[in-house]
């Protein structure tokens, strides 16, 4: 006779019946943690690195909005050498706002008293060009020599009421150049003609 009565055999439960298929463990609460930490990392993160990509593109906007030609005020190196020379002092003068003066320089610092001065002026011109300027009252000077050494002549014109020698140089640039009472004035650079023409009709006596 069979009876009802206790079992030893216990229910299975629903995920030992799934077998292999049974789902992956939920994470613990130092994963969920974890996770939750980077999210939030990443989201602190993003402001700043748009924040850091903006300061970076308006400066690059700012730098290439700004003039990168740095105009210098001539006035104390032409005094310099207008003091020691003696010669009477040529300088372009009168020039308009668009010949940008950028460097000069004398070298009256390394001549003994009443020995030739050099004056050497160089500007930027309107087309974003150089035009160099060099007086001197010696004809071998460092900056004439550099200019008119190798220069070949191609005939002469006439700029604020002077005869001017035009040349080209071995480079390839135009030089106008005149020689008068010892001193020779040099107008050279890679401008165009009409820019340097403009600059060596400008040439008069320094007036102080």
Do not use: H, K
Request: charged content about 20%.
């Amino acid at each position: 006779m069979t009876g009802i009565g206790p079992t030893s055999q216990r229910p299975q439960l629903p995920d030992e019946a799934a077998g292999s298929d049974q789902l992956p463990p939920a994470p613990s609460a130092v994963e969920r943690a974890n996770r939750l930490s980077a999210a939030n990392m990443l989201r602190s993160l993003l402001p700043l690195v748009l924040i850091c990509l903006a300061v970076v593109g308006w400066a690059a906007f700012r730098q290439n909005s700004v003039d990168p030609v740095r105009e210098i005020d001539p006035t104390s190196t032409i005094r310099a050498a207008d003091a020691r020379a003696g010669y009477t002092l040529l300088v372009p003068t009168g020039l308009d706002e668009g010949y940008r003066p950028t460097s000069a320089s004398t070298d009256v610092g390394s001549t003994p008293e009443g020995g030739p001065v050099a004056l050497e002026i160089g500007y930027v011109t309107p087309s974003e060009a150089y035009a160099g300027f060099v007086v001197s009252d010696f004809a071998d000077a460092d900056p004439v020599v550099e200019v008119l050494e190798g220069a070949t002549e191609e005939g002469s014109v006439v700029l604020g009421g002077e005869e001017w020698t035009r040349s080209t140089t071995g480079r390839g640039e135009t030089a106008l150049s005149r020689v008068a009472d010892g001193v020779t004035v040099v107008v050279s650079g890679s401008a165009p003609d009409e820019e340097l023409e403009t600059v060596a009709a400008a040439v008069r006596p320094y007036s102080g």
